[in-house]
């Protein structure tokens, strides 16, 4: 029991929340002219597009895109021109002063982007040392894609993975493209600022250009968390691996919803660690148990040669959380007897104990669907207080209540109710792609 509480804690304490506010866009467009001597485009105003090295576009207004990609001219019946100078794009009809008629131009901004819809393609990034195995990259996109199939692919998601300053140019090159206001030093092995979600850009200008980035050391990689002091087996520190991959990526879908606001802090929104992070623990650990056996590492496996990994086994993650309630657990365990209350909505002062069980709770009152989907849909314009009560028809001290007494009802032997955990698969009974486009 304690090593699986040192596990969740270290995990829980690795997460950084504090994504800024920053802007890039990334111009990614393609611009197809067709190729004569010269090639004459109308808009508001004629343009002339000249087949060179800079791409210069003129209109009627003041937007300003950097564009950070390869220039690439095709010269046969169509040409696409990609620009690695500054592009200028003027128009008087910008996307982003239409939305801020209705709401704040940075939450406009973050729409502009992308920034909370999943995308049509594989989004996210990840950059390693030049020293790291090709297999981690392999292991990392056979994850993220299992989970893109679920939540969605959202871009400005990044990964990078160090070693030493010797090998890791090619994340230095990155962190400074998107504008990491960190040193890019490596010191005892980590570079200086890392930490699981930081953020990124330029934070003096408009509008933001937000990153979330996932920033970790190979030897964490290798050895997660515990499980070199536990001489834990490969299987289990992979499963350790991939559960946090999914975690921090959770978070990233969360952050969509958010916009601009920081849900690590109790601002406008006021955003409770005990959802923040135990949704984000709720997920994996259904989403491992459901689908360990689709990962290429575990094929040839036993589910009990993995199953000490995080909570992937559901029913002894729900009997330990109902012991500890019931004070049947160990005698320093802080969570002994804790009953879940308003200091749960802080970082400070939240002592993380049955989160993740309090967010499958709170689904069983309800659905996985209004805790992960419908909650978080409302909370930038009804605060998490407004939007949990509009959805859920209780307020949080009500839940609080209701969690308390139903932890220690019952023998903590008892398996779980029926329907507490979900019994089909997450994509069936979760619609991610509710709100999006697609």
């Known amino acids: 029991m304690k090593k699986h509480f040192l596990i969740f804690l270290i995990l829980i304490i690795g997460c950084s929340n504090s994504i800024e506010e920053a802007t890039t866009v990334q111009d990614t467009t ?58 200028t794009v003027q128009d008087t009809t910008s996307e982003v002063d239409e939305c801020s008629k209705k709401t704040s131009p940075d939450k406009c901004h973050y ?28 292991e990392y996109y056979e994850i993220q894609n299992m989970l893109n199939s679920i939540i969605g692919s959202y ?27 960190q040193e ?22 408009f509008p933001p250009d937000p990153y979330a980035l996932c920033v970790m050391d190979y030897e964490f990689v290798e050895y997660p ?8 087996p490969l299987p289990q520190r992979r499963a350790v691996l991939y559960h946090g991959w999914a975690h921090e990526y959770f978070h990233r879908y969360q952050r969509a ?24 623990i709720l997920f994996p650990n259904i989403w491992l148990n459901q689908s360990w056996q689709e990962i290429e590492l575990f094929k040839d496996l036993s589910f009990q040669e993995i199953q000490e990994a995080e909570g992937i086994n559901l029913d002894l993650w729900y009997k330990s959380a109902r012991k500890a309630a019931q004070g049947e657990s160990y005698p320093d365990d802080r969570c002994n007897n804790y009953m879940m209350n308003s200091l749960d909505s802080s970082y400070d002062t939240s002592a993380f104990c049955f989160i993740g069980i309090a967010n499958a709770y709170l689904a069983y009152l309800t659905s996985y669907e209004t805790v992960w989907v419908d909650i978080p849909k409302d909370i930038y314009e009804l605060s998490f207080q407004g939007s949990f009560e509009k959805h859920t028809n209780m307020t949080l001290e009500e839940f609080y209540d209701k969690f308390n007494s139903f932890m220690r009802e019952g023998n903590s032997d008892d398996p779980p109710p029926l329907g507490f955990f979900p019994e089909k698969p997450i994509s069936e009974i979760v619609d991610f792609f509710k709100y999006s486009d697609f």
Not at 39 to 50: A, G, K, L, P, R
Not at 226 to 232: G, I, S, Y
Request: charged share 15%; aromatic share 8%; glycine share 4%.
């Open 30 to 87: 393609t611009t197809t002219v067709q190729d004569t001597t010269t090639t004459t485009v109308q808009d508001t105003t004629t343009t002339t597009v000249q087949d060179t090295t800079t791409t210069t576009v003129q209109d009627t207004t003041t937007t300003t895109v950097q564009d950070t990609t390869t220039t690439t001219v095709q010269d046969t019946t169509t040409t696409t021109v990609q620009d690695t100078t500054t592009t």
């Open 257 to 280: 919803y958010h916009y601009e606001l920081n849900m690590g802090n109790l601002d406008s929104i006021d955003t409770p660690v005990w959802w923040i992070e135990g949704a984000a």
């Open 155 to 181: 871009n400005r998601y990044v990964t990078v993975i160090t070693t030493t300053n010797e090998f890791s140019q090619p994340i230095f090159d990155k962190l400074t493209e998107i504008h990491w206001d």
């Open 184 to 205: 890019l030093n490596i010191v005892d092995g980590y570079l200086i600022g890392a930490g699981c979600l930081t953020g990124s850009g330029d934070w003096q200008v």
């Open 225 to 232: 968390h515990d499980t070199r002091e536990w001489n834990t």
């Open 111 to 138: 729409v502009a982007v992308g920034y909370d819809k999943p995308q049509n393609e594989f989004a996210q990034e990840i950059v390693v040392a030049t020293d790291v195995p090709q297999t981690i990259v392999d």
